[in-house]
Nanobody
């Protein structure tokens, strides 16, 4: 069973930084898509940051310029560096892995269990 394990969440004052990590129990290849999503209280899950199968990076509008997604395929890991955090960034953050075959087709998608980020003012 594939597992994605997130870590690095916590309680931080507004303006502070956190770095989230996600480690997969399977190999992450360079063509797989990886991303971070979040779900705040009473809100739907939304995109935070994503690296597509083709390598392009996409960020949710509210985090552009503050958050940076990166990946280390050798470690089967995905990271999210978060700076200048705001109370509205408070949410459960989820890691996502989309496995892609050599033909470019997505074959399966996996989610982590989530890690809580709470930003106080």
């Amino acid at each position: 069973q594939v597992q994605l394990v997130e870590s690095g969440g916590g309680l931080v004052q507004a303006g502070g930084s956190l770095r989230l990590s996600c480690t997969a129990s399977v190999r992450i290849s360079s063509i797989d898509g990886v991303g971070w999503y979040r779900q705040g209280p009473g809100s739907q899950r939304e995109l935070v940051a994503h690296i597509s199968s083709g390598g392009s990076t996409n960020y949710g509008g509210s985090v552009k310029g503050r958050f940076t997604i990166s990946r280390d395929n050798a470690k089967n890991a995905v990271y999210l560096q978060m700076k200048s955090l705001k109370p509205e960034d408070t949410a459960v953050y989820y890691c996502n892995l989309a496995k892609v075959n050599p033909d470019g087709m997505e074959t399966s998608t996996y989610w982590g269990q989530g890690t809580q980020v709470t930003v106080y003012s």
